[in-house]
């Protein structure tokens, strides 16, 4: 059986430009961590307004995909898995906007000794959703190759899991911080640990999608 | 009506399994709740480390399923259902351990005045995973018979949000606790009810494959 792209090319074209918009908004939101932690908030507000902008071209990508999908009757075999993967790639860029809209209206106050932490759970999330968005690439032309590279994918959202936990025991242990910065810290290190989740929810989806394709070779 | 299954014994086997594990790990949240209100801290400890392993174990069976599903192309009519509800399990034991990782992180300080409270929804968040275990178990072999077993779900899970509230109430009108205190005691008592809600979740799943079965 032919792959996806083989089928409808202009329909791999406009989900590859949906990749490369998410993997657009998931450096940025890499960038952004680091210049709120450098307290360099001009530049933190210009990455995030970049990250609304793309996420309100995702949602219009998305949906004329979905559209074109059901409407022009498209790879009528894995248009549900098709839909699925995209809707999940769409969550991964909801979570980040979310996130970043969060540090910009609760500007939460990051001690110095929790600064690397925190950038290093962000770059960790933003390397999962990088393998996923690799993965989800490669589905429309190779989907065999996609169960290896799913891999890291699963490791970097339990790596992104232990990092998270390393941070919330850290405030929690400190004995200088109040109960309310305690919890205000967890809080964003469980939203930025949640964009790795969403990427562990993409690879599932590929996972499955990826069998059903080869299996109908 | 046949067994869901059929004659595909491995992968009722590994369900079986799966649901085993979601039923463990939700003992092992009883007795990790207890000992840490107890202040049993080593054995509570000892209690999130098998939760842990349960939760790794629990994700290894379900995508050893869901890949056994699709790669031997299994019950071709019901594995999307199949898939979903593991799904739905899935989080059930994802939130026990999340309840013991949150009480090892952040190590709340409950007031011997809540304990109690704080038991009793931990028994009726589990009793309503137990019935769904059982639900799903009937679902599984003999699909036309869940509808007494969900009942019994929605009745635990009611239950639980009716002791949840009963004690934020409680947490709330006590002026003993400062803001930030009653927030943590609050944010513990929505995750446990968080499991009962999670129960729930898969009971409708499964009355609605109930009723497709039917058809």
Known sequence: MPSISEKDITLAKKCSEFIDLTNRVNLMFCEAVKQYICCQMNEFDSYLEQIRKLEVRGDAIRRDTESRLYSEKLIPESRGDVLGLIESTDDIIDEIKKTALLFSVEIPDIPPIFQPEYIALAQICVETVDFVLASFRVYFNNPMAVRDMLKPVYAGEKSADKQAGKIKRLAFLDENLPLCKKMHLRYFAHHIDLIADKAEDLADRLSIAAIKQTSNE | ?215
């Open chain 2, 1 to 215: 009506m046949k067994s869901l299954f059929g004659r595909t014994q491995i992968l009722e086997q590994k369900s079986a399994e799966f649901l085993d594990v979601t039923i463990e790990a939700s003992q092992v949240l009883t007795t990790g709740i207890a000992n840490y209100l107890n202040d049993n801290l080593e054995q509570f400890e000892a209690d999130f480390e098998q939760i842990s392993t349960l939760e790794n174990r629990g994700d290894e069976l379900r995508r050893d399923i869901e890949n056994q599903l699709y790669t031997e192309t299994l019950i071709p009519e019901s594995r999307g259902d199949v898939l979903a509800l593991l799904e739905n399990i899935d989080n059930i034991i994802n939130q026990s351990k999340q309840i013991l990782m949150e009480l090892s992180v952040e190590i709340p300080e409950i007031p011997a005045e809540f304990h109690t409270d704080y038991l009793q929804l931990a028994e009726k968040s589990v009793k309503a995973v137990e019935e769904v275990v059982n639900s799903t178990r009937t679902f599984l072999n003999y699909p036309m018979m869940i509808e007494h077993s969900l009942n019994k779900v929605y009745f635990w899970e009611s239950e639980a949000d009716r002791l949840s509230e009963a004690l934020k109430r409680k947490v709330f009108r006590t002026n003993k606790l400062e803001l930030s205190r009653k927030f943590h005691l609050r944010y513990f008592a929505l995750h446990i009810e968080l499991l009962a809600d999670k129960a729930e979740d898969v009971a409708d799943r499964l009355a609605i494959y109930t009723i497709k079965r039917s058809l």
